[in-house]
C-alpha cells in the first residue's frame, strides 16, 4: 500500500505508484520555444485537451514527459491527442489527469496513454484492482485485428516509473 | 447471414460482464451518476419519461428466425409484451428494469446480439439499405461494408467520448433506401471504371439544424475506408464542438471550417498514419463477403420459374390489394421481397406485439430463407420469398393483424414516440398518426392518394425525421398549447430535400382538416393518377398548398388563434 500524504498517485497496468513527476519542472506548450534541452528532457509538458500536437514535432524527441488534461469524463479529445502523438513518433510516457476514470482507463491505454494520474479522493474511491481489472479488457479488441497498429505497444521495462 | 466468431461472442460476453459491474459499482455508489451516464448510454439503457429503456441494436437491420424469437420472450419477460422497431433499424423496450438489464443482455449474447453503442456519443448502430441483397438495382450487397463498420466502431477507445453522437449509413444502390444524404456519413457504394469503391457524403443530419450531406470525397477505394474514417473521426473527436449539445453533431463543424479545409484536416491526418494500417487481413474480409452470399435456392425452386402472381391475386382482392403495396420485385425473378406494415391504422407506428414478432419468425424461417429485415421505416421485411408462397405467407399474415396493405402510402407514417413516452418531446406524435391514418383510410382516399410519406416528430429533434416528409409534422409546445407545424416536399431519397413550412402552424383540433386540404390540393390539381404527391408539390410549389391552408378569410381569425 502506498502511504503519502504529499504525492498524487499514478496508475498504470500494474497497479498503484507514487507520482515520481511531482519534482519535475512543469511547462506548457508555449514555455517550448524558450527552454534549452535539459530542462526540456527532464519538465513535464502539460498539455490541454484542445491542443494542436502537430506543432510540437520539433521538440517531440527531446521530451520525456506529457501529461493531458482531461476536462471532464464526458470529453474525449484527450484519447485523440495522445493517439496524435504516438502517430508523429513520439515515444516516451504520456499520462492523463483530470477527468478520467477507471472506466476509461482500458480506452487511455489503447490510445497511448501510459499512466493516469489520481487525486487522493478518486485513488480511494475507485480501489487498485477495479484498474488492474480495467487493464486486462484491453486484449479483446476489434481494431488490432482489423489490421490498425495498437498504439498500446509499449512494453513495461520502457515504463520509466 | 454474419454468424459470431469465437472473438465476436467473447467480446460481447465481456461487454455483458463489465456493464454488470459497472451497475453495481453504480449502486454501491462508487460511480458517480455523471460517470455512469456515458456507460449505460454506450449499453443502450435510457431514462426515459416513465421507466428505463433498452435499445437493443440490430446490426444493419437484419435478422434471423431465433433472433427474433429471443425478442419476443425479452418483450414478454422483462417488458409488457411488446417492443417497438425504431427508425434507425434497432428495436426499443420501454419498460425495463435497471437491474434487469445485464439478464437482457446475456440473452441478446445468446443470440449473438447485443445493445453496444445503440446510444451515447459514439458511433451507433450502422444502418443500411433494407432491401440490400434483395434489390435490383444493387452494385455490392452493402452489409458487407457495415459489419466491417460495424466491427471497426465497436469499443473503438479514440471515438467512445466523441462531441457527440455519430450515425453512418450505406447504400449499394442506385435508390437510396438509406437516407444516406441525412447521416454523419453516408456511403455509398459506386462503381467507376470497373471498379467498385464509395462515395462518401459528410454532414447530413436532421434534428435542430436540418442539413442535406456534403460530398466528401467522389471515389474512395475500398481499402481506404477504414482509415478514411478513422482520419474523419479523429478531426471530429479533436475540433468538433463541445460547448453546445445543440452545434456538437460533425454538419456544424463542416458548416463552420467549411468543407476545403474539413477535408484538408482529414487528408493530413489520413495521409499521417495510412501507412500505420496494415489492411483488414484477407480471412476477415473472406468471412464478411461469405457471409453475405444470396441463400441458397432449392432445386425445386426451378420449377417456380414461371411461377405467375397474378393467379393468386384473381382469386382474393384482399391478397391483390396487398400485393400491389406490399411486394417489391426481387432480383431473381422466381422471389419477390414481402414488407410486412408495423403500421395498422390506429396502432402504435413500430411496435410488435411478442405473438405478432413469432408469427414473423415462423414464417422467415418456413419460407423466407430465415432471413427477417428492420426497415428504418419501422416495417419488417422478408427480402426473399419464393413466389410461390406469396399467398400463404399473406394468409398467415393477416391471421396475426399484420397484413395491413399500405407500404408507402398516407398510413405508413413515421412518428417518433413523442410526449407518451419520450422526455424531451413537446408534442403528442403517435396519437397524431393514428388519428391521420384511422381518418383516411376510412375516407378510403389511401388508395386513390397512392405513393406518400408522413413524417411526424413531438420535438425539434426531429426523431420522426419530418424534414424529409413529403407531408412533415412538427409537434410544439405553444405557451402550453399543442401546435403542428406542417412541411412539404421534403425527401430522403437520392433527390434529397427538406421540407418547406408552409406557414404558420395548426392546433392538434386543426391538424386533420389541414391534411385533408393539403392532400385535396393535390387530388384536384394532379395532372394524372401517376403524378404523386411529391411529383406534384415539384411541379406546383408551395403557393396552391398556402392559398388553400390559409385563405384570405380566415387569416385573420387562423393568426389570432395561433
Request: with cysteine; charged share 25%.
Amino acid at each position: 500500500m502506498i502511504d503519502s500524504n504529499s504525492a498524487r498517485i499514478v496508475v498504470d497496468a500494474a497497479g498503484f505508484h507514487l507520482d515520481d513527476w511531482h519534482k519535475r519542472a512543469r511547462f506548457t506548450p508555449e514555455d517550448l520555444a524558450g527552454l534549452d534541452a535539459k530542462t526540456g528532457a527532464s519538465g513535464v509538458l502539460v498539455l490541454d485537451a484542445a491542443q494542436r500536437v502537430e506543432d510540437l514535432t520539433p521538440w517531440l524527441n527531446v521530451l520525456t514527459a506529457v501529461e493531458i488534461g482531461f476536462d471532464n469524463a464526458g470529453d474525449g479529445r484527450g484519447f485523440s491527442l495522445a493517439r496524435a502523438l504516438r502517430g508523429l513518433g513520439y515515444a516516451r510516457d504520456i499520462r492523463a489527469s483530470g477527468g478520467i476514470h477507471v472506466d476509461q482507463f482500458r480506452h487511455a491505454l489503447q490510445c497511448g496513454i501510459d499512466a493516469v494520474i489520481l487525486t487522493r479522493e478518486a485513488a480511494s474511491r475507485m480501489p487498485e484492482q477495479h484498474w488492474v481489472n480495467a487493464a486486462t479488457t484491453t486484449a479483446l479488441n476489434y481494431q488490432a485485428r482489423l489490421g490498425f497498429a495498437s498504439a498500446s505497444w509499449r512494453s513495461r521495462e520502457d515504463l520509466n516509473l | 447471414m454474419y454468424r459470431y466468431n469465437q472473438f465476436d461472442t467473447e467480446y460481447v460476453r465481456q461487454r455483458v460482464a463489465i456493464f454488470r459491474e459497472q451497475v453495481a459499482r453504480r449502486i454501491a455508489g462508487v460511480l458517480t451518476e455523471d460517470e455512469f451516464k456515458p456507460l449505460r448510454l454506450q449499453n443502450g439503457v435510457y431514462l426515459q419519461l416513465h421507466a428505463y429503456m433498452l435499445r437493443v441494436a440490430i446490426p444493419y437491420g437484419t435478422l434471423n428466425a431465433r433472433q427474433m424469437r429471443a425478442l419476443a420472450m425479452i418483450a414478454e419477460c422483462w417488458d409488457r409484451g411488446y417492443g417497438h422497431f425504431t427508425t434507425r433499424q434497432n428495436i426499443q423496450f420501454n419498460w425495463i428494469r435497471l437491474d434487469d438489464v445485464g439478464d437482457i443482455l446475456e440473452a441478446l449474447a445468446d443470440v449473438e446480439m447485443h445493445a453496444i453503442q445503440t446510444s451515447g456519443n459514439c458511433v451507433r448502430n450502422v444502418t443500411a439499405d433494407h432491401f440490400a441483397g434483395a434489390a435490383k438495382d444493387e452494385i455490392e450487397d452493402p452489409r458487407m461494408t457495415a459489419e466491417l463498420l460495424r466491427q471497426y466502431s465497436t469499443g473503438h477507445a479514440e471515438f467512445a467520448f466523441l462531441p457527440r453522437k455519430f450515425k453512418i449509413a450505406v447504400t449499394g444502390a442506385a435508390h437510396d433506401r438509406a437516407v444516406t444524404a441525412f447521416h454523419d456519413i453516408g456511403i455509398n457504394i459506386v462503381r467507376k471504371e470497373g471498379v467498385v469503391g464509395y462515395r462518401i457524403v459528410i454532414g447530413g443530419g436532421l434534428g435542430r439544424t436540418p442539413i442535406i450531406g456534403t460530398e466528401l470525397v467522389e471515389f474512395l477505394p475500398k481499402a481506404d475506408l477504414l482509415p478514411y474514417l478513422e482520419a474523419v473521426l479523429h478531426v471530429y473527436n479533436r475540433y468538433g464542438r463541445r460547448d453546445n449539445k445543440y452545434k456538437a453533431r460533425i454538419k456544424i463543424l463542416v458548416q463552420e471550417l467549411g468543407i476545403e479545409t474539413l477535408r484538408a484536416e482529414i487528408d493530413a491526418y489520413f495521409t499521417a498514419t495510412r501507412d500505420a494500417f496494415a489492411g483488414v487481413p484477407d480471412a476477415m474480409l473472406g468471412a464478411i463477403e461469405a457471409a453475405f452470399q444470396p441463400p441458397e435456392m432449392p432445386p425445386e425452386m426451378d420449377v417456380a420459374e414461371a411461377y405467375d402472381l397474378r393467379h393468386d391475386a384473381a382469386l382474393s382482392p384482399a391478397l391483390a390489394a396487398w400485393m400491389e403495396t406490399n411486394l417489391e420485385e426481387h432480383r431473381d425473378g422466381r422471389h419477390a421481397i414481402v414488407s410486412i406494415s408495423l403500421k395498422a391504422p390506429g396502432a402504435t407506428p413500430g411496435d410488435a406485439s411478442a405473438e405478432q414478432m413469432r408469427v414473423i419468425a415462423d414464417l422467415a424461417e418456413r419460407y423466407a430463407y430465415d432471413e427477417i429485415r428492420i426497415s428504418h421505416e419501422q416495417n419488417v421485411i422478408l427480402p426473399h420469398v419464393p413466389k410461390a408462397h406469396i399467398a400463404a405467407v399473406f394468409r398467415a399474415l393477416d391471421a396475426a393483424g399484420l397484413a395491413s396493405a399500405n407500404i408507402g402510402q398516407l398510413s405508413d407514417i413515421i412518428a417518433c414516440p413523442g410526449m407518451d413516452y419520450c422526455a424531451l418531446a413537446t408534442a403528442r406524435s403517435i396519437p397524431i398518426a393514428q388519428e391521420i391514418a384511422t381518418r383516411f383510410t376510412a375516407l378510403k382516399m389511401e388508395r386513390d392518394i397512392g405513393a406518400l410519406k408522413i413524417k411526424i416528430s413531438g420535438c425539434i429533434n426531429a426523431c420522426g425525421h419530418h424534414h424529409v416528409g413529403h407531408i412533415g409534422i412538427l409537434g410544439l409546445d405553444r405557451a402550453g398549447v399543442e401546435n403542428y407545424q406542417i412541411t412539404l416536399g421534403g425527401d430522403g431519397t437520392e433527390d434529397a430535400a427538406l421540407g418547406a413550412r408552409t406557414g404558420p402552424g395548426f392546433s392538434a383540433e386543426a391538424l386533420i382538416p389541414a391534411i385533408e386540404t393539403i392532400l385535396d390540393t393535390y387530388l384536384h390539381g394532379r395532372k394524372n393518377r401517376d403524378e404523386t404527391f411529391l411529383a406534384f408539390y415539384r411541379r406546383v410549389g408551395m403557393a396552391p398548398f398556402k392559398r388553400a391552408l390559409y385563405p384570405p378569410t380566415n387569416r385573420a381569425r387562423h393568426e389570432s388563434a395561433a
